[in-house]
């Protein structure tokens, strides 16, 4: 873009679509008024010739109509037009008009009127010469020296010159060596004309030379036969120009500034009369046309030059005086003096933009003014800022959409089992063995607090226990309202349930005020049926396969007093032996021993005795702490029944493996079942019939054999059910036993419980065992492994096979057997890895049977202390408050118990620590250099963990994320123990149940 | 009569109109509505571009420069000596329906200027017909029309159509007036050195010629007056602008597209000048150039030089 515009005088859009080039424009006195002012001529390919006078004046008010002198519609197109003394013995300017094939002299003669609009002109035409070749371009001059009049000379489209001298035909004369036609140009200084041929060189012809030179009628004869009365035609000098040229002109000033310039595609050049280069300028850029027009400096030339990029440049010899910006590409430029304006600068356009201007002065840069009066209303902008970021923010506001906090429930959800069986069973099956199957009512109470819409109930009992109604739709609920649904529970299956507690689900909707259909919701509660709804008091049985005794540290306790429902029928009367009778037909004892402080739990089956077992515990703690007795401590001496429980693991496995085999078994018959099909079905559609070949004995057979075999795959999948519930049921005695055993605390407990029952249900793809095995292998590999290192290549092998049934249990009892091992030797169950990571080394100072809590903790760091508490958290449901709550208030001595038993153990813990210390030390001595190092590598470690601990910092946010509520809560004491931890949450449970 | 004289809808640039002259006057139709034209220039949504749609050129019709660079549509504008730079960007990327239905109306407009300007001495006659415009059809024509703009008049003859008024010399039929309807200020009968005359004033736009022809006799000059009125009267009603476009592909029908708008019985008039149009100044902060004069050093006619400068001086800070 350019700095100064070309500033228009006049301008006009010439006619509808017309095109012009070149020779279209040219400037003089044509109607020969004397003033010496220039008029413009146009011609026009379409043949339109118009002549102009400029009048800028007129056209500001708007009125350019009288600056068009003259429109006329000639009959040919206009290839060029000048103004010159075309007439003899006439002085007067006429216009010559060059068609293709005519070239015309006309006179233009304009007769004043009394007003502007009432001038008229006349074109009047003088003479015309009809061409025998096609014309290319024209020059015009004083051809041999010729005074008072000029001469024309057209050069036709195949090269040939053609001479006029006013309205006679001189001669006709070809260019040797002729392609091509380039520019034309008369010489008066050196009488020559000028061209750039398809040689691409300048040629200058002398006039005279032509004039002698061999009459040339056809071409093909100039060429080959010279004839006799003239010479070959030879240029007088040539100049390689090396490209096409775009205009010749011979400007005339003066005599000191004589030259020839002539426009290239890519440069200028500006040569003497006698051939010679004076400069030559390269363009940077692609020129349009070009115009000398004047030598303001002695021996200098002016010029314009035209260029595609909309510019108008002033060049002086080589140097650029100015530049200005058309509004479009010139095809030609003139300058013209006119009444009101001299030196003004005409250009065309090829699409007939005609445009009188002058050279702008004022340089305009292409920067947006400023807008002063404009100014934005910066409190209106505000004000809708904020409007529109408040919407922003409250429609991102997570409180609205999700749930605000559990700080207020919209619902409560209160279940009561009744404390007697139904009078009358509800049971299915009604009795077994001839034992009456009872069942119990429970009573769930819905209570909200918020309005609730599309409100379902579910219950879910443990197989094979049952209820009468598991589905209840409640109606959309106001606020307050409650509702009341009740059911009855009972046992619908041959064998014993692995637990005796059914879970509440209550899913519902609260609307919001975004969200008006609501925010579906789920709540959970949770209840305990009675032990009375699967067994019945029977007689102590002596002998027994299997015996479970649990220590404690009070004396005995009377049992009929602890299992009243039961003592009605006990011959027992001291109250040492208890018995019960499962509905399925197995017996349980429990006996208390006289003397110590032991109980004997003992029965036929391993599995049946869980249930037993945590009845038992249950109560007795339940009644312990009745008594306010707070240091009741329970124990369990091992060793671990394992081999009594890989009982229970065998035949479960060896169910599923018989169930795979059923499945495969089917599958094959099938196929021969539908191959005998198909061929029987090949028979029948033949035309003619062959013997069937008892294909139809092997298909009934082969039929007979799919239905036995899926009776007997759905006979297996009802015992595989049955044996799901009792390897249960016998992993959680086995839990239970093993956190008698090591004392572990309840978190421990629940990752140990997660561990060793994975699944609710098991099914073909995804059975107990293999979950299982890779639940407790990853156990051994993290927290329970014996070295650190195995730890750090463990948590890099995340993700493993694919899990799949397993070839047998070996495997898996190993690992069991191992787990059970680590334990016992002091492994503590957690998580959170780095707090793992000091264990191996203290394991075997501190390892110490009696579930002591063995490892002293780094209390400078209180995350890791939290860790294992949150991680349980984590990975255990929580369930809600609300539940958490009932369960509370239904478990109160449960509760009360938990921070009795944390405080017996902290009691304990601490006077423990420096005999530990001491056995500490006697150790150390021993293996001091052994310790030493493993000190180093542990040290080494650490950075190592701290990088790990960041790269699991992603699956951790979670839980930090609750950290830092606690540390919130704990008004950022840090150095606040685990126990104490643990105190400080029960206490808030109790205040919580007190509230509840 | 003033209805027409009024029209400034193509001659003129305007800021900030109201919705009333935003709409459609009679004869001019809606061609294209185009959504989403940035305003590249102006930047707080002037009334004038601030509807994004283009109604009509408004681009002054001596001076207009169309370009499309990349995606944006430069208009140049000049109206009572101060350009306008207009900027549209059409902001659907690659669409060129901005520069197809601008620059196709805008030539439209361009070649049909015959139907609007009064032109004199134009190429208007071949033997002796006068040379039709579309849509032109001639109602009357009449011989012995004295054309009383020179001392000895000039006898000619008048075709009347339902555009224009042409009159022509019979001796020379490049002496000659058209005069459309759009153009006549006032007709009338008017005593004259001659005598009785019809004047036909053109519009102040046009020149603001007064044109005095006399045709005998007395009555045949009523008769003529009379059914020039009665074109004009039409035409005034029901005006033909010659700018015929047909859009090759309609995106839908105008009747869909075209909102009724209540019209504004009150009109507020602006206490001050808006400075809207500042932004769209060609030339930076300048509303006028100054006048030429003929430089010495150049040779050619310049922008007179603001005192103080030298056209050398300035051409070197530049360079």
Same mark, same amino acid.
């Given at each position: 873009?350019?700095?100064?515009?070309?500033?228009?005088?006049?301008?006009?859009?010439?006619?509808?679509?017309?095109?012009?080039?070149?020779?279209?424009?040219?400037?003089?006195?044509?109607?020969?008024?004397?003033?010496?002012?220039?008029?413009?001529?146009?011609?026009?390919?379409?043949?339109?010739?118009?002549?102009?006078?400029?009048?800028?004046?007129?056209?500001?008010?708007?009125?350019?109509?009288?600056?068009?002198?003259?429109?006329?519609?000639?009959?040919?197109?206009?290839?060029?037009?000048?103004?010159?003394?075309?007439?003899?013995?006439?002085?007067?300017?006429?216009?010559?008009?060059?068609?293709?094939?005519?070239?015309?002299?006309?006179?233009? +003669?304009?007769?004043?009127?009394?007003?502007?609009?009432?001038?008229?002109?006349?074109?009047?035409?003088?003479?015309?010469?009809?061409?025998?070749?096609?014309?290319?371009?024209?020059?015009?001059?004083?051809?041999?020296?010729?005074?008072?009049?000029?001469?024309?000379?057209?050069?036709?489209?195949?090269?040939?010159?053609?001479?006029?001298?006013?309205?006679?035909?001189?001669?006709?004369?070809?260019?040797?060596?002729?392609?091509?036609?380039?520019?034309?140009?008369?010489?008066?200084?050196?009488?020559?004309?000028?061209?750039?041929?398809?040689?691409?060189?300048?040629?200058?012809?002398?006039?005279?030379?032509?004039?002698?030179?061999?009459?040339?009628?056809?071409?093909?004869?100039?060429?080959?036969?010279?004839?006799?009365?003239?010479?070959?035609? +030879?240029?007088?000098? +040539?100049?390689?120009?090396?490209?096409?040229?775009?205009?010749?002109?011979?400007?005339?000033?003066?005599?000191?500034?004589?030259?020839?310039?002539?426009?290239?595609?890519?440069?200028?050049? $500006?040569?003497?009369?006698?051939?010679?280069?004076?400069?030559?300028?390269?363009?940077?850029?692609?020129?349009?046309?070009?115009?000398?027009?004047?030598?303001?400096?002695?021996?200098?030339?002016?010029?314009?030059?035209?260029?595609?990029?909309?510019?108008?440049?002033?060049?002086?010899?080589?140097?650029?005086?100015?530049?200005?910006?058309?509004?479009?590409?010139?095809?030609?430029?003139?300058?013209?003096?006119?009444?009101?304006?001299?030196?003004?600068?005409?250009?065309?356009?090829?699409?007939?933009?005609?445009?009188?201007?002058?050279?702008?002065?004022?340089?305009?840069?292409?920067?947006?003014?400023?807008?002063?009066?404009?100014?934005?209303?910066?409190?209106?902008?505000?004000?809708?800022?904020?409007?529109?970021?408040?919407?922003?923010?409250?429609?991102?506001?997570?409180?609205?959409?999700?749930?605000?906090?559990?700080?207020?429930?919209?619902?409560?959800?209160?279940?009561?089992?009744?404390?007697?069986?139904?009078?009358?069973?509800?049971?299915?099956?009604?009795?077994?063995?001839?034992?009456?199957?009872?069942?119990?009512?429970?009573?769930?109470?819905?209570?909200?607090?918020?309005?609730?819409?599309?409100?379902?109930?579910?219950?879910?009992?443990?197989?094979?226990?049952?209820?009468?109604?598991?589905?209840?739709?409640?109606?959309?609920?106001?606020?307050?309202?409650?509702?009341?649904?009740?059911?009855?529970?009972?046992?619908?299956?041959?064998?014993?349930?692995?637990?005796?507690?059914?879970?509440?689900?209550?899913?519902?909707?609260?609307?919001?005020?975004?969200?008006?259909?609501?925010?579906?919701?789920?709540?959970?509660?949770?209840?305990?049926?009675?032990?009375?709804?699967?067994?019945?008091?029977?007689?102590?049985?002596?002998?027994?396969?299997?015996?479970?005794?649990?220590?404690?540290?009070?004396?005995?306790?009377?049992?009929?007093?602890?299992?009243?429902?039961?003592?009605?029928? +006990?011959?027992?009367?001291?109250?040492?032996?208890?018995?019960?009778?499962?509905?399925?037909?197995?017996?349980?004892?429990?006996?208390?021993?006289?003397?110590?402080?032991?109980?004997?739990?003992?029965?036929?089956?391993?599995?049946?005795?869980?249930?037993?077992?945590?009845?038992?515990?249950?109560?007795?703690?339940?009644?312990?702490?009745?008594?306010?007795?707070?240091?009741?401590?329970?124990?369990?001496?091992?060793?671990?029944?394992?081999?009594?429980?890989?009982?229970?693991?065998?035949?479960?496995?060896?169910?599923?493996?018989?169930?795979?085999?059923?499945?495969?078994?089917?599958?094959?018959?099938?196929?021969?079942?539908?191959?005998?099909?198909?061929?029987?079905?090949?028979?029948?559609?033949?035309?003619?019939?062959?013997?069937?070949?008892?294909?139809?004995?092997?298909?009934?057979?082969?039929?007979?054999?799919?239905?036995?075999?899926?009776?007997?795959?759905?006979?297996?999948?009802?015992?595989?059910?049955?044996?799901?519930?009792?390897?249960?049921?016998?992993?959680?005695?086995?839990?239970?036993?093993?956190?008698?055993?090591?004392?572990?605390?309840?978190?421990?407990?629940?990752?140990?419980?997660?561990?060793?029952?994975?699944?609710?249900?098991?099914?073909?793809?995804?059975?107990?065992?293999?979950? $299982?095995?890779?639940?407790?292998?990853?156990?051994?590999?993290?927290?329970?492994?014996?070295?650190?290192?195995?730890?750090?290549?463990?948590?890099?092998?995340?993700?493993?096979?694919?899990?799949?049934?397993?070839?047998?249990?070996?495997?898996?009892?190993?690992?069991?057997?191992?787990?059970?091992?680590?334990?016992?030797?002091?492994?503590?169950?957690?998580?959170?890895?780095?707090?793992?990571?000091?264990?191996?080394?203290?394991?075997?100072?501190?390892?110490?049977?009696?579930?002591?809590?063995?490892?002293?903790?780094?209390?400078?760091?209180?995350?890791?202390?939290?860790?294992?508490?949150?991680?349980?958290?984590?990975?255990?449901?929580?369930?809600?408050?609300?539940?958490?709550?009932?369960?509370?208030?239904?478990?109160?001595?449960?509760?009360?118990?938990?921070?009795?038993?944390?405080?017996?153990?902290?009691?304990?813990?601490?006077?423990?620590?420096?005999?530990?210390?001491?056995?500490?030390?006697?150790?150390?001595?021993?293996?001091?250099?052994?310790?030493?190092?493993?000190?180093?590598?542990?040290?080494?470690?650490?950075?190592?963990?701290?990088?790990?601990?960041?790269?699991?910092?992603?699956?951790?946010?979670?839980?930090?994320?609750?950290?830092?509520?606690?540390?919130?809560?704990?008004?950022?004491?840090?150095?606040?123990?685990?126990?104490?931890?643990?105190?400080?949450?029960?206490?808030?449970?109790?205040?919580?149940?007190?509230?509840? | 009569?003033?209805?027409?004289?009024?029209?400034?809808?193509?001659?003129?640039?305007?800021?900030?109109?109201?919705?009333?002259?935003?709409?459609?006057?009679?004869?001019?139709?809606?061609?294209?509505?185009?959504?989403?034209?940035?305003?590249?220039?102006?930047?707080?949504?002037?009334?004038?571009?601030?509807?994004?749609?283009?109604?009509?050129?408004?681009?002054?019709?001596?001076?207009?420069?169309?370009?499309?660079?990349?995606?944006?549509?430069?208009?140049?504008?000049?109206?009572?000596?101060?350009?306008?730079?207009?900027?549209?960007?059409?902001?659907?990327?690659?669409?060129?329906?901005?520069?197809?239905?601008?620059?196709?109306?805008?030539?439209?407009?361009?070649?049909?200027?015959?139907?609007?300007?009064?032109?004199?001495?134009?190429?208007?006659?071949?033997?002796?017909?006068?040379?039709?415009?579309?849509?032109?059809?001639?109602?009357?024509?009449?011989?012995?029309?004295?054309?009383?703009?020179?001392?000895?008049?000039?006898?000619?003859?008048?075709?009347?159509?339902?555009?224009?008024?042409?009159?022509?010399?019979?001796?020379?039929?490049?002496?000659?007036?058209?005069?459309?309807?759009?153009?006549?200020?006032?007709?009338?009968?008017?005593?004259?050195?001659?005598?009785?005359?019809?004047?036909?004033?053109?519009?102040?736009?046009?020149?603001?010629?007064?044109?005095?022809?006399?045709?005998?006799?007395?009555?045949?000059?009523?008769?003529?007056?009379?059914?020039?009125?009665?074109?004009?009267?039409?035409?005034?009603?029901?005006?033909?602008?010659?700018?015929?476009?047909?859009?090759?592909?309609?995106?839908?029908?105008?009747?869909?597209?075209?909102?009724?708008?209540?019209?504004?019985?009150?009109?507020?008039?602006?206490?001050?000048?808006?400075?809207?149009?500042?932004?769209?100044?060609?030339?930076?902060?300048?509303?006028?150039?100054?006048?030429?004069?003929?430089?010495?050093?150049?040779?050619?006619?310049?922008?007179?030089?603001?005192?103080?400068?030298?056209?050398?001086?300035?051409?070197?800070?530049?360079?």
């Amino acid at each position: 873009m350019s700095l100064f515009k070309a500033r228009d005088w006049w301008s006009g859009a010439l006619g509808e679509g017309e095109e012009f080039d070149q020779g279209c424009l040219c400037v003089g006195d044509v109607d020969n008024s004397g003033t010496g002012h220039d008029k413009i001529v146009v011609g026009s390919y379409m043949g339109m010739l118009r002549i102009f006078c400029p009048n800028a004046n007129k056209q500001s008010e708007g009125g350019s109509a009288d600056a068009q002198l003259l429109e006329v519609q000639l009959q040919n197109a206009i290839i060029q037009v000048e103004v010159g003394k075309f007439v003899s013995c006439s002085e007067l300017l006429h216009l010559a008009v060059l068609h293709p094939r005519k070239l015309s002299v006309y006179s233009v +003669t304009g007769t004043a009127g009394n007003v502007e609009h009432g001038d008229q002109y006349q074109l009047k035409l003088i003479y015309e010469h009809n061409l025998q070749r096609t014309a290319c371009n024209m020059t015009y001059g004083t051809f041999g020296g010729a005074t008072g009049h000029h001469s024309l000379c057209i050069q036709s489209m195949d090269g040939m010159l053609m001479f006029f001298e006013q309205d006679s035909y001189s001669f006709g004369r070809f260019l040797p060596g002729f392609l091509l036609p380039g520019p034309l140009a008369y010489n008066s200084r050196t009488d020559s004309f000028l061209t750039v041929s398809s040689a691409r060189q300048l040629e200058s012809y002398k006039y005279e030379t032509l004039a002698v030179a061999t009459e040339a009628e056809t071409r093909q004869d100039s060429d080959l036969t010279p004839k006799t009365g003239g010479k070959r035609l +030879t240029p007088d000098w +040539t100049f390689v120009l090396g490209e096409q040229a775009l205009d010749i002109s011979v400007p005339s000033f003066s005599h000191s500034s004589s030259s020839i310039l002539v426009l290239g595609e890519r440069n200028l050049f $500006c040569l003497r009369d006698n051939g010679q280069i004076r400069f030559m300028k390269k363009l940077e850029f692609n020129p349009s046309c070009f115009l000398p027009y004047a030598s303001v400096k002695d021996g200098t030339t002016n010029l314009l030059l035209g260029n595609h990029n909309n510019m108008l440049l002033v060049y002086q010899d080589v140097t650029l005086q100015w530049a200005a910006q058309l509004p479009f590409v010139p095809v030609a430029v003139r300058v013209a003096n006119f009444p009101e304006l001299k030196g003004a600068v005409v250009s065309l356009s090829s699409d007939g933009h005609l445009l009188s201007s002058y050279m702008g002065t004022d340089p305009s840069f292409f920067s947006t003014p400023k807008v002063d009066a404009r100014e934005a209303d910066y409190e209106q902008v505000d004000a809708e800022m904020k409007k529109l970021q408040k919407l922003i923010r409250e429609a991102t506001r997570t409180q609205d959409i999700l749930p605000k906090s559990d700080a207020l429930e919209d619902l409560s959800v209160k279940a009561i089992v009744f404390p007697s069986l139904d009078a009358s069973s509800q049971a299915l099956i009604q009795d077994m063995d001839g034992l009456p199957v009872p069942s119990v009512t429970v009573q769930v109470k819905v209570k909200a607090s918020s309005v609730l819409q599309s409100a379902k109930l579910s219950i879910c009992v443990q197989p094979p226990l049952a209820v009468t109604q598991d589905q209840f739709v409640l109606e959309p609920m106001g606020v307050g309202s409650t509702k009341e649904v009740s059911f009855s529970a009972f046992l619908n299956g041959h064998y014993p349930p692995a637990d005796l507690t059914g879970d509440i689900v209550v899913s519902y909707s609260s609307p919001t005020e975004l969200n008006p259909k609501g925010v579906p919701r789920v709540l959970q509660s949770r209840f305990n049926l009675p032990l009375a709804l699967v067994c019945v008091p029977s007689s102590p049985a002596k002998s027994t396969k299997f015996k479970i005794t649990v220590d404690t540290n009070q004396p005995p306790v009377d049992l009929s007093a602890l299992f009243r429902e039961f003592s009605a029928k +006990t011959e027992d009367k001291d109250g040492n032996s208890l018995a019960f009778q499962f509905l399925s037909g197995a017996k349980v004892t429990v006996l208390a021993s006289k003397t110590s402080q032991r109980y004997r739990i003992q029965g036929d089956s391993f599995e049946d005795m869980w249930l037993v077992v945590k009845e038992l515990v249950q109560r007795f703690d339940q009644h312990f702490s009745k008594l306010g007795i707070k240091d009741f401590k329970k124990s369990f001496s091992g060793p671990i029944p394992l081999q009594e429980y890989f009982l229970s693991v065998d035949n479960h496995f060896q169910l599923r493996v018989n169930a795979q085999q059923y499945q495969d078994l089917l599958s094959e018959r099938a196929v021969q079942f539908r191959a005998i099909q198909r061929r029987l079905l090949t028979r029948f559609k033949d035309k003619t019939p062959a013997p069937l070949q008892s294909l139809d004995t092997l298909l009934d057979a082969t039929y007979n054999q799919v239905i036995t075999l899926a009776e007997a795959a759905e006979e297996n999948r009802a015992l595989l059910e049955q044996a799901f519930v009792r390897l249960r049921s016998s992993t959680h005695l086995l839990v239970l036993l093993l956190s008698l055993w090591q004392g572990l605390t309840h978190d421990q407990t629940a990752i140990l419980e997660a561990t060793l029952l994975p699944l609710l249900q098991d099914t073909p793809q995804l059975g107990w065992e293999e979950s $299982c095995d890779a639940a407790v292998s990853h156990l051994l590999r993290s927290c329970l492994s014996r070295s650190p290192k195995d730890q750090a290549t463990s948590l890099a092998q995340i993700g493993g096979s694919v899990l799949s049934l397993p070839q047998d249990t070996t495997r898996l009892k190993k690992h069991i057997a191992l787990l059970c091992d680590r334990l016992g030797k002091g492994g503590r169950l957690t998580l959170a890895s780095e707090a793992n990571v000091q264990i191996p080394a203290q394991i075997q100072n501190l390892a110490a049977p009696g579930g002591v809590e063995p490892i002293a903790e780094d209390l400078g760091d209180g995350e890791e202390v939290e860790n294992p508490q949150e991680m349980t958290k984590f990975i255990k449901k929580k369930p809600s408050r609300k539940v958490k709550k009932e369960k509370d208030s239904k478990e109160k001595k449960d509760v009360s118990r938990e921070p009795s038993e944390a405080s017996v153990k902290e009691e304990a813990g601490v006077p423990e620590e420096p005999i530990k210390e001491v056995k500490k030390e006697k150790k150390e001595s021993s293996k001091d250099k052994k310790e030493s190092k493993k000190d180093s590598s542990k040290e080494a470690k650490e950075p190592k963990d701290e990088a790990k601990k960041k790269e699991s910092s992603s699956s951790k946010e979670k839980k930090e994320k609750k950290e830092k509520e606690k540390e919130g809560k704990e008004s950022g004491d840090r150095k606040v123990s685990r126990k104490s931890s643990v105190k400080v949450k029960d206490k808030k449970k109790e205040t919580e149940a007190a509230e509840g | 009569m003033a209805a027409l004289d009024t029209l400034w809808e193509d001659r003129d640039v305007r800021f900030d109109i109201t919705a009333q002259q935003m709409k459609t006057r009679p004869g001019e139709v809606l061609i294209d509505c185009l959504d989403s034209i940035e305003d590249t220039k102006g930047n707080n949504g002037d009334r004038a571009v601030g509807y994004s749609t283009i109604i009509n050129i408004t681009t002054r019709t001596a001076h207009s420069k169309l370009r499309g660079h990349t995606e944006a549509l430069y208009i140049l504008t000049k109206s009572n000596n101060t350009r306008f730079e207009f900027i549209f960007t059409n902001l659907v990327i690659g669409s060129p329906r901005l520069f197809t239905s601008v620059i196709a109306v805008h030539r439209a407009y361009e070649t049909s200027k015959m139907y609007r300007d009064l032109k004199l001495r134009a190429a208007l006659i071949q033997n002796k017909q006068l040379r039709l415009l579309p849509r032109e059809q001639v109602y009357d024509k009449i011989n012995g029309v004295w054309n009383l703009s020179s001392d000895q008049g000039n006898l000619g003859t008048f075709f009347i159509t339902n555009v224009r008024i042409v009159w022509h010399a019979n001796m020379n039929e490049s002496f000659n007036v058209s005069i459309p309807y759009l153009q006549i200020w006032s007709i009338r009968i008017r005593d004259s050195k001659f005598g009785l005359a019809l004047v036909i004033e053109s519009s102040r736009q046009s020149g603001g010629y007064v044109l005095g022809f006399k045709i005998d006799p007395v009555e045949k000059l009523q008769d003529a007056l009379k059914e020039i009125n009665s074109l004009h009267k039409v035409y005034s009603a029901n005006p033909i602008f010659g700018v015929d476009y047909e859009m090759e592909e309609k995106p839908q029908p105008l009747e869909e597209l075209t909102v009724e708008q209540p019209p504004d019985d009150v009109e507020i008039e602006p206490d001050e000048q808006t400075d809207a149009f500042t932004a769209y100044f060609a030339d930076g902060n300048k509303q006028q150039d100054r006048e030429a004069v003929f430089s010495d050093e150049l040779g050619l006619a310049i922008e007179r030089l603001k005192d103080g400068f030298t056209l050398q001086g300035l051409w070197e800070v530049v360079g």
